[in-house]
């Protein structure tokens, strides 16, 4: 059923529900850190129905384990120039993720930006073991042990940034540590040329072709074309040896006012 679903572009989440392996911004929501509480979980779900005009969602994720403090409708409160976080724990959060499963709003639950161990963590105490977790991930960020974690608990992964990230705003630029660069990498472009593909293509192909769903962001009609066209050709396994080759650990989406907290999944 596995090798069936991905040959038509999707893959089978652990709850049996099928997730396609491109999607386009519009296939998800995720329950965001400011509304941790018992109390909003369900709150940010029917803001999201509402928004999008339905009764339900098929994945609703956790978007990071830390939480934040709720201030009026603030995506990142700050105080004295510092973020307010709050002190509740995602485990706890999952616990009302499942709530809003048993209601039928959210069809699957997963969550995204966890690590290895809080993974561990959460699976030990989980009534319902997350469908997904969506993390950055690219050839400049192989994250092989997240990998082969996921694969083993079943939990299906989708790359966010499969492109670096090349449109944020300057001020969120990381220097020379920066993915932002990779889709003019020689190495991903002499790839492209062989295929006589472009690099972007190459770069979704990188991830389908191993299970793992990807995310990109276009607002670009001729892009958005042009990313669905990855599904009639195939990297070698040389194409795919040389892409993980240039990992460096870059990760282009960090939270640096977070990096003290002891949920902060990046250190």
């Not at 400049?140 to 082969?148: D, S």
């Not at 996921?150 to 540590?177: M, V, Y």
């Not at 472009?198 to 990313?227: D, F, T, W």
């Given at each position: 059923?596995?090798?069936?679903?991905?040959?038509?572009?999707?893959?089978?989440?652990?709850?049996?529900?099928?997730?396609?392996?491109?999607?386009?911004?519009?296939?998800?929501?995720?329950?965001?850190?400011?509304?941790?509480?018992?109390?909003?979980?369900?709150?940010?779900?029917?803001?999201?129905?509402?928004?999008?005009?339905?009764?339900?969602?098929?994945?609703?994720?956790?978007?990071?384990?830390?939480?934040?403090?709720?201030?009026?409708?603030?995506?990142?409160?700050?105080?004295?120039?510092?973020?307010?976080?709050?002190?509740?724990?995602?485990?706890?959060?999952?616990?009302g993720m499942e709530a809003l499963q048993a209601s039928g709003k959210a069809?699957?639950?997963?969550?995204?930006?966890?690590?290895?161990?809080?993974?561990?963590?959460?699976?030990?105490?989980?009534?319902?073991?997350?469908?997904?977790?969506?993390?950055?991930?690219?050839?400049?960020?192989?994250?092989?042990?997240?990998?082969?974690?996921?694969?083993?608990?079943?939990?299906?992964?989708?790359?966010?940034?499969?492109?670096?990230?090349?449109?944020?705003?300057?001020?969120?630029?990381?220097?020379?540590?920066?993915?932002?660069?990779?889709?003019?990498?020689?190495?991903?472009?002499?790839?492209?040329?062989?295929?006589?593909?472009?690099?972007?293509?190459?770069?979704?192909?990188?991830?389908?072709?191993?299970?793992?769903?990807?995310?990109?962001?276009?607002?670009?009609?001729?892009?958005?074309?042009?990313?669905?066209?990855?599904?009639?050709?195939?990297?070698?396994?040389?194409?795919?040896?040389?892409?993980?080759?240039?990992?460096?650990?870059?990760?282009?989406?960090?939270?640096?006012?977070?990096?003290?907290?002891?949920?902060?999944?990046?250190?």
């Amino acid at each position: 059923m596995e090798e069936d679903s991905r040959r038509l572009g999707r893959i089978e989440l652990n709850d049996g529900r099928l997730m396609p392996l491109l999607g386009l911004g519009t296939w998800k929501a995720r329950l965001w850190c400011t509304y941790f509480a018992p109390s909003d979980i369900p709150l940010c779900l029917d803001k999201s129905l509402s928004d999008l005009q339905m009764d339900y969602v098929d994945l609703y994720l956790i978007h990071f384990p830390v939480a934040l403090k709720r201030l009026d409708d603030e995506l990142f409160p700050l105080k004295d120039g510092e973020m307010l976080t709050a002190d509740i724990d995602y485990v706890d959060v999952w616990r009302g993720m499942e709530a809003l499963q048993a209601s039928g709003k959210a069809r699957s639950i997963g969550v995204s930006n966890f690590s290895v161990l809080q993974l561990e963590r959460l699976l030990s105490r989980a009534k319902v073991p997350p469908a997904v977790n969506q993390v950055e991930l690219h050839p400049y960020l192989v994250q092989t042990e997240l990998i082969e974690y996921c694969r083993s608990k079943g939990i299906a992964l989708t790359a966010q940034s499969p492109f670096g990230s090349p449109g944020r705003p300057q001020e969120l630029h990381r220097g020379n540590t920066d993915p932002m660069k990779l889709l003019e990498d020689p190495v991903v472009v002499d790839v492209a040329k062989k295929h006589r593909r472009s690099p972007a293509q190459v770069l979704l192909r990188y991830h389908v072709q191993q299970g793992i769903c990807v995310i990109p962001m276009s607002a670009k009609p001729n892009h958005i074309l042009e990313n669905t066209k990855i599904f009639d050709f195939s990297l070698d396994e040389e194409d795919m040896k040389t892409l993980r080759e240039l990992n460096r650990g870059w990760r282009a989406c960090v939270l640096d006012a977070l990096k003290s907290h002891p949920f902060y999944p990046f250190n």
